[in-house]
Nanobody, 121 residues
């Protein structure tokens, strides 16, 4: 069973940093891409970043380019999202999910609980 568990969220002031973790199990980690998504109150869930575990290619939404960095530790089956220079508009529940490849629109498995990120102004 595909399982991904997010952690690392919290309350931070604007300009601050957080590092989110996504621990994966139940599938061959190196064969999939892992994406980070977020959903703010009253808004649609949106893709934030993605990393291909096989070749390390990374993708970022324009809104987070230059501020967020995604990385993968294949030995730990864990993907991280380092978030710097946080803005109030980054406030959302952050989710991670596995995909066949980063450009895929369908996730493998189901959504997890997510982790809340709140950025105060």
């Amino acid at each position: 069973e595909v399982q991904l568990v997010e952690s690392g969220g919290g309350l931070v002031q604007a300009g601050g940093s957080l590092r989110l973790s996504c621990a994966a199990s139940g599938f061959t980690f190196e064969r999939y891409a892992i994406g980070w998504f977020r959903q703010a109150p009253g808004k649609e869930r949106e893709g934030v970043s993605c990393i291909s575990s096989s070749d390390g290619r990374t993708y970022y939404a324009d809104s987070v380019k230059g501020r967020f960095t995604i990385s993968s530790d294949n030995a730990k089956n864990t993907v991280y999202l380092q978030m710097n220079s946080l803005k109030p508009e980054d406030t959302a529940v952050y989710y991670c999910a596995a995909k066949v490849e980063c450009i895929a629109t369908i996730i493998v498995g189901s959504w997890g609980q997510g982790t809340q990120v709140t950025v105060s102004s």
